[in-house]
């Protein structure tokens, strides 16, 4: 069955260091995203990118990037870690000409 | 820019009374509108959607009608169960746009 999985599933690193997590579809969908979740404020955009090589910013993108090298992975990268980044950051695909997206496990990130 | 406003929770009911989470929008044009659920510990999942105004979407005893005068997108539940505990999410995606914007979720808590 095709899925969309993220690793690590949770991560402790500490303020400075550069971080990524990962992304893996198996959809075949051309749209991926990157959201956080924090309490009170729901889901928030981070970036996305609707094929490859093609990156966008969304509403919370300051201190994340994002590359698109092939159809099946978003990696997102957070270059130099804060506290304010501690949350669960969710990844989502979907196909190119259709709104719904499906919605990976998520990834619980703490900064100390 | 688009919005989506639902009610704060949380919200606890009895097993097998109706449930009503609130939901309302502001968007330019016709938007598409979802609600998602997510359970403890997952990520979200599409619960149901419409496209048009007038549109009824349902799925697993949850319902929703895309009220253009409005601007509402209300779920209902006649008879809920324990097992319906979760966090609901309003979101919708602007004409033209492949993005979700999200409402901040409703905790719904289902008792015996």
């Known amino acids: 069955d095709a899925e969309i999985t993220q690793s690590p599933r949770h991560k402790i690193t500490e303020t400075g260091r550069q971080v990524t997590l990962a992304c893996h579809q198996t959809w075949n969908h051309n749209n991926m995203f990157w959201y956080r979740q924090d309490l009170g404020h729901g889901l928030r955009l981070i970036h996305y990118s609707y094929g490859v090589q093609d990156t966008n910013k969304g509403e919370v993108s300051d201190g994340y990037s994002v590359s698109r090298s092939n159809t099946e992975d978003l990696p997102l990268t957070l270059e130099s870690a804060a506290s304010s980044q501690t949350s669960v950051y969710f990844c989502?695909?979907?196909?190119?000409?259709?709104?719904?997206?499906?919605f990976g496990p998520g990834t619980r990130l703490l900064v100390l | 820019g688009d919005s989506v406003t639902q009610m704060e929770g949380p919200v606890t009911l009895s097993e097998e009374a109706f449930l009503t989470i609130n939901c309302t929008y502001t968007?330019?044009?016709?938007?598409?509108l979802f609600w998602y659920v997510q359970y403890p510990g997952e990520g979200l999942q599409l619960l149901l959607k419409?496209?048009?105004?007038?549109d009824k979407g349902s799925n697993k005893g949850f319902e929703a009608t895309y009220r253009k005068e409005t601007t509402s997108f209300h779920l209902e539940k006649g008879s809920v169960q324990v097992s319906d505990s979760a966090v609901y999410f309003c979101a919708l995606s602007g004409a033209g746009s492949y993005q979700l914007t999200f409402g901040k979720g409703t905790k719904l808590s289902v008792i015996p």
């Open positions: 419409a496209t048009k105004a007038d």
């Open positions: 968007a330019t044009g016709y938007p598409s």
């Open positions: 989502a695909s979907s196909e190119s000409s259709v709104k719904t997206q499906y």
